[in-house]
């Protein structure tokens, strides 16, 4: 007598209808090159270009029209003397005696402008216009992890280049910076793999965070969760997996 043997073993092992995905999450380096100087108020700028006009203009005069440029300038001081400006900032009496001082020494005339580059404390992390000579700054923010940069999951957005826009232009802390990807793909990737009992819980495998480079153009962060920070100085805020992916893109 033959007996029937079964394809289908007695056993069957159950598991989990939904496969584990990973997420994908954009981060943002938005650097500001070295900076020698402060950046200039806008007006201040155009009154230092006015200002080489005139130098150069009078420059190439011959005596005749020097000595009527001397004569113009002892009407404008009489003038002056007999009405007096009702206000320091009188706009046509700051151009006035700007375009006289500059006939002079210019570093020395600088301190009569109402208009100078804001100073920054070298202390202020805050400040974009820290004067760091030699090496870029970045930005970094804080959140519930800790220092990171910002960033941002891919949900509704076609690519990393959009995620990494709207993780700056949409964070909590942005006032007006404006800045520019540099490239729509990723220099660094980190991969962040979560435990099992964590991916059971939530059908996650863990995050790929891709690192996306951009260059600052104006405009900062408010409040007190951000700071803008060297290369060296990162070792003191970012994990040191992270920051063993990015520095080598760094500065």
Not at 79 to 100: G, I, M, N, V
């Amino acid at each position: 007598m033959r007996r029937s043997c079964s394809l289908v073993p007695n056993v069957v092992q159950i598991v989990n209808s939904r496969p584990l995905s990973w997420q994908v999450q954009s981060s943002v380096i938005v650097e500001r090159p070295p900076q020698y100087q402060p950046k200039q108020d806008p007006l201040l700028q155009k009154y230092y270009h006015m200002r080489e006009q005139i130098r150069l203009e009078r420059s190439v005069y011959n005596d005749f029209e020097l000595v009527a440029e001397n004569k113009k300038e002892e009407i404008i001081k009489e003038r002056k003397q007999k009405f007096p400006s009702k206000s320091k900032y009188d706009l046509p009496e700051y151009f006035t005696s700007a375009d006289q001082k500059a006939l002079t020494d210019p570093v020395k005339n600088d301190d009569y402008l109402p208009l100078k580059p804001q100073e920054s404390n070298a202390r202020d992390k805050t400040s974009v216009n820290l004067i760091k000579p030699y090496s870029s700054i970045f930005l970094i923010v804080e959140s519930e992890s800790g220092w990171t940069f910002p960033q941002k999951l891919v949900q509704d957005e076609k690519s990393l280049e959009e995620a990494a826009v709207a993780a700056v232009e949409g964070h909590p802390a942005n006032k007006d910076i404006k800045f520019q990807v540099s490239s729509p793909l990723p220099v660094s990737v980190h991969v962040n793999k979560y435990s099992k009992k964590y991916q059971q819980h939530t059908n996650v495998t863990g995050v790929k965070t891709f690192f996306m480079k951009s260059k600052h153009d104006e405009g900062n962060f408010k409040g007190k969760t951000f700071k803008w920070c060297t290369k060296d100085e990162l070792k003191d805020y970012l994990d040191k997996d992270v920051l063993k992916c990015v520095e080598p893109c760094l500065k």
